[in-house]
T-cell receptor, first 112, second 112 residues
Framework: DADVTQTPRNRITKTGKRIMLECSQT?????MYWYRQDPGLGLRLIYY???????NKGEISDGYSVSRQAQAKFSLSLESAIPNQTALYFC???????????FGQGTRLTVV | EDQVTQSPEALRLQEGESSSLNCSYT??????LFWYRQDPGKGPEFLFT???AGEEKEKERLKATLTKKESFLHITAPKPEDSATYLC?????????????FGQGTTLQVKP
């Protein structure tokens, strides 16, 4: 089983709909992140969390919200999806004692 | 502004034809430079972390090196299974967020 699991893997939704992407991890890491990947732009940070009570905005947080339900679970919501939120979304985790991050398999989101 | 630029965008090699991928970075202070491999439809897979100029890391046919302004990923005698997108990322030293700043990636295709 994957250490960082994202659901769903693929999703098509309509403009204006609310959608939630979920991430769970078994690595025991405190830090969790949501990144977005667009062709030609690389991965960009949306939100990050150091623990259940510590949520922080990344560089592109507008239009997104997050919830850290437990140490192992971090959800990303699009309150009212728009077509330019069509992208690959990745959840990642890291241990404060180390610098590398570990990524989930990604969610391909299409907003039509 | 912290920035990471990778070149070339795409690289096609024949099996056994060695080459290098470049990652140039601008950051006020470097906590670490990371190389990831990403296969189509999958999340980035961690390869290496480099912390200081002159450091080198190796794994099978891959060798990563670091200077004060750039990193190289050398691929020796590549095989078709090395085909993937290789991502470079940096972490800035004054930030304790664990945030990664990514380049756009180099897509490598190795033909048999």
């Amino acid at each position: 089983d994957a250490d960082v699991t994202q659901t769903p893997r693929n999703r098509i939704t309509k403009t204006g709909k609310r959608i939630m992407l979920e991430c769970s991890q078994t690595k025991g890491h405190d830090r969790m992140y949501w990144y977005r990947q667009d062709p030609g732009l690389g991965l960009r940070l949306i939100y990050y969390s150091f623990d259940v009570k510590d949520i922080n905005k990344g560089e592109i947080s507008d239009g997104y919200s997050v919830s850290r339900q437990a140490q192992a679970k971090f959800s990303l919501s699009l309150e009212s999806a728009i077509p330019n939120q069509t992208a690959l979304y990745f959840c990642a985790t890291s241990d404060p004692g180390r610098t590398e991050a570990f990524f989930g398999q990604g969610t391909r989101l299409t907003v039509v | 502004e912290d920035q990471v630029t990778q070149s070339p965008e795409a690289l096609r090699l024949q099996e056994g034809e060695s080459s290098s991928l470049n990652c140039s970075y601008t950051v006020s202070g470097l906590r670490g430079l990371f190389w990831y491999r990403q296969d189509p439809g999958k999340g980035p897979e961690f390869l290496f972390t480099l912390y200081s100029a002159g450091e080198e890391k190796e794994k099978e046919r891959l060798k990563a090196t670091l200077t004060k302004k750039e990193s190289f990923l050398h691929i020796t005698a590549p095989k078709p299974e090395d085909s993937a997108t290789y991502l470079c990322a940096v972490q800035e030293s004054s930030s304790n967020t664990g945030k990664l700043i990514f380049g756009q990636g180099t897509t490598l295709q190795v033909k048999p």
